[in-house]
């Protein structure tokens, strides 16, 4: 558990480890440089538990802080955990029973209850209706170009995975989303449980919401090379694509792929403005006009959930397969 100024939601957050029901565990707390009082909870919470572990360090930041707490955890799994939201009772139990039981699973997640402003918070909220759809490895590793699959205070983790493939990096990204694309990319198996064992709150103050690592833009450009690296598997037609969307922001996006190597042969947009014309030396046609399945591969690149709704159910209906002949990537 990383914390840094959080004084206000610590105690609950530290509560809910206390209460549960699996009881071999230790929670290593790191402080990166608190100014509010977080540490002196902490200390207090160790007092009362001696399997509370608190480490105090200089402020340097989240990324610091998680390989920090990796490298002292002495358990086989590790859990995270964040200082602002609150673990159900069965979490650690339930997700421990399920890496026990299949030794071929790396990572569980589990669904995850949003608490916020469901009006000021709608994207959030959405965003974890999405996630919260995603339960199979294979909902998981499929959806993974789109958004980071997994709320990462809800996972649990075979130690050995950091020891092997690297723990997390820092950089202009998301430290947890690159973790999941590069631990995927290496064939680690996650899987989520369906029962909700974490309260996500949503806040103004959390990380994804103001650092810019968390941006939009930061997520297409750390995702491409894992995108254009699963292309070369997966694109029977590589590194031929079509791409679904010509609008300005997207195709900024799509230039990601062609730096990765990708070629866009054309692309695929509902604007009658730019159906006909060819953008960059590449055609746009419509969505009437699309390929015949198996004839191409198609990166569907559009951004807005509703939009990107509808063109999986059209690439479906034209009988295009969701990872043979098709990827949302948006």
Not at 24 to 45: F, K, Y
Not at 97 to 109: N, R, T, Y
Not at 117 to 134: E, F, I, K, Q
Not at 151 to 180: I, K
Request: hydrophobic letters at 45%; aromatic letters at 6%.
């Amino acid at each position: 558990m990383p914390v840094h100024d959080a004084a206000g939601t610590l105690p609950a957050a530290v509560e809910s480890v206390l209460a549960q029901t699996e009881t071999d565990w230790e929670l290593v707390a790191v402080d990166d440089g608190s100014t509010d009082g977080s540490l002196q909870v902490l200390r207090d919470c160790a007092r009362r538990d001696a399997r509370v572990r608190v480490l105090a360090a200089a402020h340097r930041g989240l990324v610091q802080a998680l390989n920090l707490g990796l490298d002292a955890a002495r358990g086989s799994l590790i859990a995270r955990m964040d200082a602002d939201d609150v673990c159900l009772p069965q979490r650690l139990a339930r997700q421990r029973a399920l890496l026990d039981s299949h030794p071929e699973v790396g990572l569980v997640a589990c669904r995850v209850l949003f608490e916020g402003d469901a009006r000021r918070g709608a994207g959030y909220a959405r965003y974890v209706d999405w996630t919260n759809s995603l339960l199979t490895h294979e909902a998981i590793a499929l959806a993974r170009f789109v958004e980071s699959p997994l709320a990462h205070p809800s996972v649990m983790f075979r130690r050995e995975l950091p020891e092997r493939l690297g723990a997390y990096r820092d950089g202009n990204f998301p430290e947890d989303y690159e973790l999941w694309l590069r631990w995927l990319e290496s064939g680690v198996r996650m899987e989520k449980l369906a029962e909700p064992l974490l309260v996500w709150r949503d806040s103004p103050t959390r990380l994804s919401r103001r650092d810019p690592r968390y941006a939009s833009e930061a997520l297409y450009g750390v995702k491409a090379g894992y995108l254009a690296r699963w292309l070369a598997r997966h694109n029977a037609h590589h590194p031929r694509v079509v791409f679904w969307g010509a609008g300005r922001v997207t195709r900024r996006r799509a230039r990601l792929l062609l730096d990765e190597g990708v070629e866009i042969v054309s692309y695929i947009d509902i604007d009658p403005r730019k159906i006909g014309r060819a953008i960059e030396g590449r055609p746009v046609v419509s969505p009437a006009a699309l390929p015949a399945p198996g004839t191409c591969f198609i990166v569907a690149g559009v951004a807005s959930a509703g939009a990107r709704g509808q063109i999986e159910r059209a690439l479906i209906a034209a009988g295009y397969r969701v990872g043979l002949d098709y990827v949302l990537a948006g």
